[in-house]
């Protein structure tokens, strides 16, 4: 599950944009629509070209509502940059933009708006390379400019076809077993009590689950989850969840809080983190500034105490600590965005370091800016686990490789992972200590391609209610990336799903657990009408073409998977209690006779040349009867 956030000036068509795309207008307060004008979040989804459902945050260009944007990228996959082709680049695409630089935002696609506003060719040329010459240096330096119109829908279909190529290449979420969602929207629907939304970071929620809102501690439990409208009994990381939450009152949630199991996380006051102070800022940024502090969905009242420097000067990185006048929630390795309260100034942002530090510093202590310099390169465990997020799926030679750490202290890690149950071998799950070949995935990883698997039958079980399952190269071809090109792997995974209950595989089919064909009314009376023909000439039934005309393809083959039917070839089907006495009563004819023809059974059944033909064919094709001449006899 992906979630794609927009970014771009006021009145430049986001929202519009978004609407043509999904289908959903994101504006949902009556004042957005009065004034034409996004205010706070809104949200819609669609399917992408190659079948993907992905969320879409619709964020205010407004620079009076930059904050309530701030609440809604810090979660985003990718951006959907959006530049008005009458306007060109204005203030808050240079905002927005620098804001998403700041979260490393780096996957994105630029929609040049409001074509058909535009009679000039050679003006859409100049602000396209405009546009180009802005993106320059940041973290959207190569993304591609799409020319649209929201209003004619020209470029639109273009437009989804870059999303899906760009989603289609990004790495799934990883899943580190410690869920959190930042809330973005808190509300209550009647009968139903507390609903928060957010994107989910970092693990799953299940129904049931007992659940912590920090940083104020309040404990529930999920009552219901819900994506994209529809009722889900998990969620994973990157997904859009709505969490009804049972045991707490609305008026004691808010936005910027968390969702996640109790226990998982600390509340804290302190941060350590690396700045970067934007090289366009108005002023150097002074030792214990007031800020607003911007992490996840929470937005806080801090000062920045320098680390190391006097002053930071426009365009300047450095060490702060962070003291936020209430506590917030982070982990290692969070973006955050820092703006000037009054007047309202994007300043700067980083990475969190450390969430929790034990103390403030002393501002030019050497020994406290070498640990700060340490902390960044990260532990081997998080070097490790990012060598996996690149990789996938990798043998363990590779991931060392790939993580540049001491070999010893790679091996030692890797295997201090595994017994956490965070690293998996996909050949064999309890395999502690691997081989430099084992091939070796995050479990979370490899949990999230399963679910895809088990989505992708319980779509074609939607879609062919009929069959009794998948098959199991269907399955594996609408796969992307290395379960589609890896038989290896695709296997494993098979295998360990129904190993673990949550896939049945029966020959070549494959389907979900509980799952089975079952007839309409309508669909009854059309099978039995059609096998009241098969009564009245058991020996000389309808044909093949007769029966699929009669209740279509889909119930023909049914018929067939449940037995009702059996087809002996191409032309001939018998009902499964008429074939089952013409194979008793010739093998009994065999063992008395020793041999029989053709002719002579044909004489015995009271029936045609072509349907017993097909029928000794068939018995030949089992392995029961052996064709000498014209006699067939019992296979030894």
């Not at 949200?43 to 260009?61: H, K, N, Q, S």
């Not at 060719?121 to 802005?134: F, M």
Request: hydrophobic share 40%; aromatic share 6%.
């Amino acid at each position: 599950m992906r979630v794609i956030g927009t970014a771009g000036h006021v009145d430049h068509g986001k929202s519009t944009l978004v609407q043509a795309l999904t289908g959903t207008h994101p504006d949902r307060l009556k004042e957005e629509r009065e004034r034409e004008m996004t205010i706070d979040l809104g949200f819609a989804w669609l399917t992408l070209p190659g079948g993907e459902e992905v969320g879409i945050v619709d964020v205010p260009g407004h620079r009076d509502f930059i904050e309530n944007m701030l609440a809604g990228v810090g979660g985003i996959d990718a951006a959907l940059f959006v530049v008005a082709a009458d306007e060109g680049v204005m203030p808050q695409t240079r905002e927005h933009l620098a804001i998403l630089d700041i979260l490393k935002i780096n996957a994105g696609v630029i929609a040049l708006t409001k074509i058909d506003l535009v009679d000039e060719p050679e003006w859409l040329d100049l602000v396209e390379a405009d546009v180009r010459q802005v993106l320059q240096g940041t973290e959207l330096a190569l993304a591609p400019i799409v020319r649209v119109s929201a209003r004619t829908k020209q470029g639109v279909h273009d437009l989804l076809s870059r999303l899906d190529s760009l989603l289609a290449t990004r790495p799934v979420r990883p899943d580190l077993n410690r869920p959190r969602l930042p809330i973005d929207r808190v509300f209550t629907i009647a009968g139903f009590g507390t609903v928060v939304t957010g994107t989910l970071i970092d693990g799953q929620l299940h129904v049931g689950d007992e659940v912590e809102i920090l940083p104020s501690r309040q404990n529930g439990r999920i009552r219901g989850l819900q994506s994209h409208k529809k009722k889900e009994e998990f969620a994973i990381p990157g997904s859009r969840t709505a969490v009804n939450i049972s045991g707490i009152p609305l008026e004691l949630v808010k936005r910027g809080e968390v969702v996640t199991h109790p226990s998982t996380y600390q509340p804290t006051r302190r941060l350590d983190a690396r700045f970067k102070l934007l090289a366009d800022a108005s002023a150097p940024l002074q030792h214990f500034t007031e800020v607003k502090l911007f992490a996840g969905t929470a937005e806080v009242l801090a000062r920045v105490r320098l680390l190391g420097d006097e002053v930071l000067e426009p365009g300047q990185a450095g060490w702060i600590q962070i003291e936020t006048v209430e506590p917030v929630i982070a982990v290692r390795g969070d973006h955050y965005i820092l703006r000037r309260p009054s007047p309202g100034e994007t300043l700067g942002g980083g990475t969190v370091v450390d969430p929790n530090p034990r103390k403030r510093h002393k501002r030019f202590h050497s020994e406290t800016l070498e640990n700060l310099e340490a902390l960044s390169r990260g532990t081997p465990e998080e070097v490790i686990i990012l060598a996996f997020n690149a990789l996938g799926v990798a043998p363990m030679k590779d991931v060392i490789a790939k993580s540049n750490l001491d070999l010893g202290v790679a091996q030692q890690t890797i295997l201090s992972l595994i017994q956490n149950g965070i690293v998996l071998s996909i050949e064999d799950a309890l395999q502690t200590k691997p081989s430099m070949q084992e091939m070796l995935t995050l479990k979370g990883f490899w949990d999230q391609l399963g679910i895809k698997i088990l989505q992708e039958v319980e779509k074609y079980h939607a879609a062919y209610p009929l069959r009794a399952g998948m098959p199991r190269e269907e399955l594996r071809s609408r796969q992307k990336g290395m379960l589609s090109s890896t038989p290896k792997l695709f296997n494993a995974m098979l295998r360990r799903l129904v190993s673990n209950g949550q896939l049945v595989e029966s020959g070549h089919l494959v389907y979900l657990p509980g799952h089975a064909i079952r007839f309409s009314p309508q669909q009854d009376r059309q099978v039995q009408k059609l096998l009241a023909r098969f009564e009245q000439s058991p020996y000389a039934p309808p044909s093949v073409k007769e029966c699929q005309a009669e209740v279509g393809d889909d119930l023909y083959q049914a018929m067939l998977d449940l037995d009702i039917l059996v087809n002996v070839s191409h032309e001939v089907v018998f009902r499964r209690q008429d074939y089952d006495k013409l194979e008793k009563e010739t093998r009994q004819l065999l063992t008395q006779k020793g041999t029989i023809t053709a002719a002579e059974a044909r004489d015995h059944f009271n029936t045609s040349r072509k349907y017993i033909l097909a029928f000794l064919e068939f018995l030949d094709t089992k392995g029961i009867t052996v064709r000498d001449g014209d006699q067939r006899r019992l296979k030894n």
